[in-house]
């Protein structure tokens, strides 16, 4: 073959390589312009469906205050409800729709955050809830049913940006289709959502979910469910998931009860604010620990060995104790004197009337109404005994008035049985050894000294389960409980005139209830169900979510249980994280003991979706050095040059180098929209110098608006943030400092608790992770 006759070829092989290129550019436009017009279809009637709440809304804002009281206050329960619509269809505007099922008949379904149907009730998006969209979680090309392929789909606003097609038959038509049009791939939403910059506020991941995140929350409603897994494997995005799956599911039952999410700090709580609401959901109660107790919230914390002194379950039986002993005869007794008759008060009766309190069951101030009423009775009778004649019932009327009126009768009967606050009993117990001693003989000399504290000093976090327990044993004292009395009273009294308005107009048994025109009319707002759980420290959920949940100590979970009857909870945490001397370091310890052996379920997320590979084999090399248990073994991205080390001299020369370093991350993840952030960890002395090396390194690295910009968010919640590994526990940055790793394990209460501190340090990052440290400290721990 001459040179020129095969040039001639190489040119037409070339030709029909571009040609092919530009087919397949072609044919993926054309995708794209489709999907467009499916897109465009489910926005639309979003915008509908959007027009007609507001058009319903304004109609009866319109109406005013005209009418009779009925009408006004049924135009106040519809208000409500459009107000309700309106939020919901508002919160799903992001990423509306993100996803095709293609099944054997040729029929397609898409995915989305909501369900849809136009006027006609043809379907146009299926809820990602519902279980018809299971497949588009779970299905795999061994497992696929009758769906073909599985379609992602990428918006930019409105605007179909990107498809990408997992063919799961691989005999299907749709094997061709997809490799000519270049959308045949797998894992690209997935990996591109992961890359993305750091908002400060966590995203749902419902377009990303992964097989084994899916079986997970979409588990029953019965039981503990329990979530283990190591950092970045989606913990608390599946939880957050399942209570949105939940309240889909089991809406009629859970809109009556509520959701109880639990987080670890307020912090966490405004980073996961956005999740629930994004997926359609609003009304679910979020609260820490510390401020789970209504009217109530501790912000001191206590010291590591008194936090676990005071979550000990036998903490119980210290309130118990402490309860019973204001239930006793007290040592002086007197003698009353009424009508000149001595009556006397009598050890014995007393005891009587205790067990006859005692035998109701009540909470501590309750039982104290019969413990009063047996002891007047005995008094009663011990008067009429010693008269020589039947008296009249007017005279025995007078002699129980000056019974009651009586001072010394009143002191003594409050000796015997005090009515008690929950608040002043626990100071009580904390400023006083000997009350230590005596209502929890089980504890040291040194550890009454832990627990003593000054009369009147302020709650601390480890007291909330205490003072949440002696609540629960005292019951409201008198002046609230007739409090209570006098608002339930009213309260009912509102709902019979609701209902017999409702009854009037006709309209008794619709959507408006006569409890939701009570709350209109007392101006409540929507959400009433989570607003009324929130405001009430005795109500029972439907169901509770607990993130981190290897930090909660026995009487933490005591807390908790109480709360949900049912026992139905979502528990998610990792006991290699565990930094609590108290909490949980085995799940079949604690949840054997909560829920019994046969009511819970284990489960194990295996798939680290955060960090790099390189920083999940250093951080997971550190943890099996230290013995923690390690349930991840994959991470899904290998990033280069993801973990720099940093060892100098002295710590002038460390500090120097941490503020060059946050300026550096900060060019390169601080965007201008506010999106990317950065974390220096650093020990708790050392805080202060790493702030002011971190704002020195910042004006001098970055340009003077930048800079301003970054330093006026601050350096506690920014886009630039210092704090130590505690702060971190549940969040994640787009890069990382570490400071110091040695001096951090060196300083923390226990060496476990120091592994797990450290552990959660090193994996936070989603892109890159920075150790900066002295030679000294690397000489403490290699890493």
């Known amino acids: 073959?001459?040179?020129?006759?095969?040039?001639?070829?190489?040119?037409?092989?070339?030709?029909?390589?571009?040609?092919?290129?530009?087919a397949g550019e072609s044919q993926y436009a054309v995708q794209l312009q489709e999907e467009q017009r499916a897109v465009d279809r489910a926005y639309g009637r979003l915008d509908d469906l959007r027009a007609q709440a507001r058009k319903r809304l304004d109609a009866v804002r319109a109406a005013g205050s005209h009418g009779s009281?009925?009408?006004?206050?049924?135009?106040?329960?519809?208000?409500?409800?459009?107000?309700?619509?309106?939020?919901?269809?508002?919160?799903?505007?992001?990423?509306?729709?993100?996803?095709?099922?293609?099944?054997?008949?040729?029929?397609?379904?898409?995915?989305?955050?909501?369900?849809?149907?136009?006027?006609?009730?043809?379907?146009?998006l299926t809820d990602w809830r519902a279980e018809a969209a299971r497949p588009f979680y779970e299905a795999t090309p061994s497992h696929h049913g009758d769906i073909v392929m599985r379609r992602h789909i990428t918006l930019h606003f409105r605007d179909v940006v990107g498809i990408e097609d997992e063919v799961l038959d691989v005999h299907s038509e749709h094997v061709d289709q997809a490799s000519a049009s270049g959308t045949l791939t797998g894992e690209g939403a997935l990996l591109a959502s992961l890359s993305s910059r750091r908002t400060g506020k966590m995203t749902d991941i419902v377009a990303t979910i992964q097989a084994e995140q899916d079986r997970i929350i979409r588990a029953p409603l019965q039981g503990a469910v329990v979530v283990q897994g190591g950092p970045g494997t989606g913990k608390t995005a599946v939880a957050l998931h399942r209570a949105a799956f939940l309240l889909y599911t089991h809406r009629r039952m859970l809109d009556r009860s509520g959701v109880l999410v639990i987080g670890p700090s307020a912090t966490f709580l405004r980073y996961i604010d956005q999740v629930l609401p994004s997926l359609g959901e609003t009304g679910v109660v979020s609260r820490t620990i510390a401020d789970l107790v209504p009217g109530v919230v501790a912000t001191r914390v206590d010291e590591p060995h008194v936090a676990q002194l005071k979550g000990e379950r036998r903490m119980a039986k210290m309130i118990a104790n402490a309860v019973a002993g204001r239930e006793r005869v007290p040592a002086e007794l007197p003698t009353i004197i009424v009508n000149g008759i001595r009556l006397e008060v009598r050890a014995a009766d007393i005891k009587t009337a205790i067990a006859d309190a005692r035998r109701t069951r009540q909470p501590h101030n309750?039982?104290?109404?019969?413990?009063?009423?047996?002891?007047?009775?005995?008094?009663?009778?011990?008067?009429?005994?010693?008269?020589?004649?039947?008296?009249?019932?007017?005279?025995?009327?007078?002699?129980?008035?000056m019974l009651r009126m009586n001072d010394r009768l009143r002191v003594t009967l409050n000796l015997a049985w005090?009515?008690?606050?929950?608040?002043?009993?626990?100071?009580?117990?904390?400023?006083?050894?000997?009350?230590?001693?005596?209502?929890?003989?089980?504890?040291?000399?040194?550890?009454?000294?832990?627990?003593?504290?000054?009369?009147?000093?302020?709650?601390?976090?480890?007291?909330?389960?205490?003072?949440?327990?002696?609540?629960?044993?005292?019951?409201?004292?008198?002046?609230?409980?007739?409090?209570?009395?006098?608002?339930?009273?009213?309260?009912?009294?509102?709902?019979?005139?609701?209902?017999?308005?409702?009854a009037q107009a006709g309209i008794g048994s619709g959507i408006v209830s006569s409890s939701m025109l009570v709350d209109q009319m007392n101006g409540m707002a929507a959400d009433v169900t989570a607003a009324r759980a929130a405001a009430d420290r005795e109500w029972t959920y439907g169901h509770i979510v607990v993130d981190e949940a290897q930090e909660l100590t026995p009487m933490e979970w005591h807390m908790l249980v109480r709360r949900?009857?049912?026992?139905?909870?979502?528990?998610?945490?990792?006991?290699?994280?565990?930094?609590?001397?108290?909490?949980?370091?085995?799940?079949?310890?604690?949840?054997?003991?909560?829920?019994?052996?046969?009511?819970?379920?284990?489960?194990?997320?295996?798939?680290?979706?955060r960090n790099p590979k390189e920083v999940s084999d250093l951080a997971s090399r550190?943890?099996?050095?230290?013995?923690?248990?390690?349930?991840?073994?994959?991470?899904?991205?290998?990033?280069?040059?993801?973990?720099?080390?940093?060892?100098?001299?002295?710590?002038?020369?460390?500090?120097?180098?941490?503020?060059?370093?946050?300026?550096?991350?900060?060019?390169?993840?601080?965007?201008?929209?506010?999106?990317?952030?950065?974390?220096?960890i650093?020990?708790?002395?050392?805080?202060?110098?790493?702030?002011?090396?971190?704002?020195?390194?910042?004006?001098?690295?970055?340009?003077?608006?930048?800079?301003?910009?970054?330093?006026?968010?601050?350096?506690?919640?920014?886009?630039?943030?210092?704090?130590n590994a505690q702060a971190v526990k549940g969040l994640e940055y787009d890069a990382v400092v570490v400071v110091q790793p040695g001096m951090i394990e060196e300083n923390a209460p226990s060496r476990i608790v120091a592994a797990a501190d450290l552990y959660v340090a090193l994996t936070r990052p989603t892109q890159r992770l920075h150790i900066v440290r002295t030679q000294s400290d690397a000489d403490l721990l290699a890493m």
């Open 418 to 502: 005090l009515p008690m606050d929950a608040r002043w009993l626990l100071d009580q117990l904390f400023s006083k050894p000997a009350q230590l001693r005596r209502y929890a003989p089980w504890l040291n000399d040194a550890q009454v000294d832990m627990l003593t504290r000054p009369k009147g000093a302020p709650l601390t976090r480890s007291d909330i389960p205490l003072l949440d327990e002696a609540m629960e044993l005292l019951g409201p004292d008198p002046h609230e409980a007739a409090r209570r009395a006098a608002a339930d009273a009213a309260r009912a009294e509102e709902e019979r005139f609701a209902k017999d308005t409702l």
């Open 69 to 124: 009281p009925t009408q006004r206050t049924e135009r106040d329960s519809f208000a409500t409800m459009y107000e309700d619509r309106l939020t919901q269809l508002r919160a799903v505007e992001d990423r509306l729709v993100f996803g095709r099922l293609d099944d054997e008949g040729g029929e397609r379904r898409y995915i989305g955050r909501i369900g849809l149907s136009d006027a006609d009730h043809e379907p146009i």
């Open 366 to 401: 309750k039982a104290r109404e019969t413990f009063v009423r047996s002891m007047l009775d005995m008094m009663r009778q011990q008067y009429v005994a010693a008269l020589d004649y039947a008296p009249e019932q007017s005279e025995l009327n007078e002699a129980m008035s």
């Open 564 to 609: 949900c009857p049912s026992r139905s909870f979502t528990i998610v945490g990792d006991v290699a994280q565990t930094s609590a001397l108290g909490g949980t370091r085995s799940w079949k310890s604690t949840m054997n003991q909560l829920f019994g052996p046969n009511n819970w379920q284990l489960n194990e997320l295996t798939i680290n979706y």
């Open 682 to 723: 650093a020990p708790d002395e050392l805080l202060d110098a790493v702030r002011d090396a971190v704002r020195s390194g910042l004006m001098s690295g970055l340009d003077e608006g930048l800079a301003r910009r970054l330093l006026d968010d601050g350096l506690d919640d920014g886009q630039v943030s210092v704090c």
């Open 1 to 22: 073959m001459s040179t020129t006759a095969a040039d001639d070829i190489d040119h037409a092989a070339g030709a029909d390589r571009n040609a092919e290129g530009d």
């Open 622 to 680: 550190f943890a099996a050095a230290e013995g923690l248990y390690i349930s991840t073994v994959n991470a899904v991205r290998n990033v280069p040059g993801s973990v720099v080390r940093r060892t100098l001299a002295d710590d002038a020369a460390m500090l120097r180098q941490i503020g060059e370093d946050a300026a550096a991350l900060a060019r390169e993840f601080a965007g201008a929209d506010g999106t990317g952030r950065v974390a220096v």
